[in-house]
């Protein structure tokens, strides 16, 4: 008889956890993946990356015939209507069909799935309603949650403090959206439900926005977002919470201290950041501590300081980003299986994906300055023709890279497809590329990404349309 249960067993099945099992299983290890919830896909495909693109999706099309902006292509409509139950049906869709396919895959690749929620009993032991199964290594892959605000009290059912998840499943469109939080999640969903008619102020506690990115970004995030009509109140914090009805009263102060204000709102969305998901585990049965953060450490082979046991995705440090966790997923079984992995954690792209999207990839000007001289080159969106004649002339392509060798050490950009350009540049980045070398590579025109080639142009000085 084996001496396990399983050779694998992975505890979670988000984009870190499915892909991890399946490529374990590829590999050969007789592979087991806990999941709690009723569908397979973890936060991103149940309620993260997926029905949010939806929904931006959705509201996109929706704001551009309702915004009058397709007349001058000759597309005039004469009366708009919008049913909000029909795109959360499309919504919903989109989550059943992915989150079944992931059931599929588990089938096909023969991947157990241990239906509850898992606790280790020892380190090789996992307790799953009610029953023991054991395994040789054992991945956790449990992710992350919303972080609570004290004093702002979320209750989903109730739909005036929401968090992503209830925002995500609003069944009508809030008069006055307030989102806490000018982080990515506030400004997805903050845009959504503006271009489809609510009135969005968004209270943030920095000077800026959507920290972690460029400062170029950062502040043409603030610019882009204002012109849409978003109130944006930086360096603000909120003190307190009411709620009476179905209206929530907010009460605001200057971060640096000042004089309060109140905010009245039909919805709040609390979006202040994610924290690892790691009660309830029965990490103390095993003895592994996690660190100031909550997070779970590990060694570049995602091994924690307990035998057998390792971690990905969300719950160890790192951006909380579903590509991030799906690569340490590949990684680790390979790991497990090979002895060898791979994942750069120095080249992994970030994506906003409002309108314009904002992007980046490696270090920021300010992060890339601190390490040594650099050269940085830019080019706006207005002077790429496609962007032009497309009327999207927002935002700008900026390559940052090392004034010794030219190593591109970060690129940045803001422009409709910024999420599909940045892969290039991520590619680039992992080859090693120089500037010269993304300058002196042929480019399709006329394409948004003919911008990041003139923005290397630029690092030497040398773009042609500007
Ligand atoms: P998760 O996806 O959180 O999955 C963990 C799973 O483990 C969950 O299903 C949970 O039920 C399960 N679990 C937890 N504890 C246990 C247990 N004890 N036993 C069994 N199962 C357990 N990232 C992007 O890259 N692009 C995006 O566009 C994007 N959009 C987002 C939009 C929103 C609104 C949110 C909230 C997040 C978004 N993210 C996005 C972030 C992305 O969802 C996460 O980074 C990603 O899901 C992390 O993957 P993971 O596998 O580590 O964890
Ligand atoms: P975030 O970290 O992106 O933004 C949180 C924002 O809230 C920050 O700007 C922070 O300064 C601010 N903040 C914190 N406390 C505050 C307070 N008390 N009052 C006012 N502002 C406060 O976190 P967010 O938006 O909740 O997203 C969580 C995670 O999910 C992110 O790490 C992100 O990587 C991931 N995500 C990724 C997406 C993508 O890749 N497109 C989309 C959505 C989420």
């Not at 693109?53 to 929706?62: F, W």
């Not at 579903?322 to 690569?327: N, R």
């Not at 023709?385 to 190593?407: L, Q, Y």
């Not at 990041?452 to 000085?461: H, I, R, S």
């Amino acid at each position: 008889m084996a001496e396990y249960d399983y050779d694998l067993i992975v505890i979670g099945a988000g984009p870190g956890g499915y892909v991890g099992a399946i490529r374990a299983a590829q590999l050969g290890l007789k592979t087991a993946c806990v999941e709690g919830r009723e569908t397979l896909g973890g936060t991103c495909l149940n309620v993260g990356c997926i029905p949010s693109k939806a929904l931006l999706h959705g509201s996109e099309k929706y704001d551009e015939v309702a915004s009058g902006a397709l007349a001058r292509y000759g597309v005039k409509v004469s009366k708009v209507d919008f049913d909000l139950a029909a795109l959360q049906a499309d919504k919903a869709d989109a989550v059943k069909g992915l989150t079944g396919g992931i059931e599929f895959l588990f089938k096909k690749n023969k991947v157990d799935w241990l239906k509850g929620y898992g606790t280790f009993k020892d380190a090789h032991t996992i307790t799953v309603a009610g029953k023991d199964y054991t395994a040789k290594e054992v991945v956790i892959a449990t992710g992350s949650s919303v972080t609570p605000l004290p004093g702002v009290e979320v209750d989903n059912d109730k739909g005036v403090i929401v968090d992503s998840t209830g925002a995500l499943a609003l069944a009508k469109v809030p008069q006055h959206l307030v989102v806490i939080g000018g982080g990515v999640i506030g400004l997805e969903l903050g845009s959504v439900w503006r271009r489809l008619g609510a009135k969005v102020t968004v209270v943030e506690y920095l000077d800026a926005l959507l920290p972690g990115m460029d400062m170029d970004v950062r502040k043409e995030a603030a610019k882009v977002f204002k012109k849409q009509g978003m109130d944006l109140k930086l360096g603000t914090k909120v003190t307190g919470a009411s709620v009476k009805g179905k209206k929530a009263t907010l009460t605001l102060e200057p971060a640096k201290g000042g004089a309060a204000e109140t905010v009245e709102a039909d919805c709040v969305l609390v979006a202040i950041g994610r924290r690892p998901n790691t009660e309830g585990l029965g990490l103390e049965n095993i003895g592994l501590e996690t660190n100031a953060r909550g997070q779970i450490e590990t060694g570049h082979d995602f091994r924690t300081k307990v035998d057998g046991v390792r971690a990905i995705g969300d719950v160890i440090p790192g951006p909380m980003l579903a590509h991030k966790a799906e690569d340490e997923g590949v990684a680790v079984a390979e790991y497990i299986a090979t002895g060898v992995g791979i994942v750069n954690h120095d080249v992994i792209p970030g994506v906003v994906y409002t309108m314009p999207e904002m992007a980046g990839v490696g270090l920021t000007e300010e992060a890339a300055k601190e390490r040594g001289e650099i050269k940085v080159g830019k080019f706006p969106m207005m002077a790429n023709s496609r962007a032009k004649t497309n009327h999207e002339p927002e935002g700008f392509v900026k390559v940052i890279a090392d004034a010794k060798t030219d190593k591109v050490l970060g690129v940045w950009c803001i422009a409709s497809v910024a999420g599909t350009m940045i892969a290039q540049a991520a590619q680039a980045m992992e080859f090693g590329a120089t500037s010269e070398d993304i300058a002196y590579t042929c480019h399709a025109h006329p394409t948004h990404s003919e911008a990041v080639k003139e923005a290397a142009m630029a690092v030497t000085g040398k773009p042609i349309h500007i």
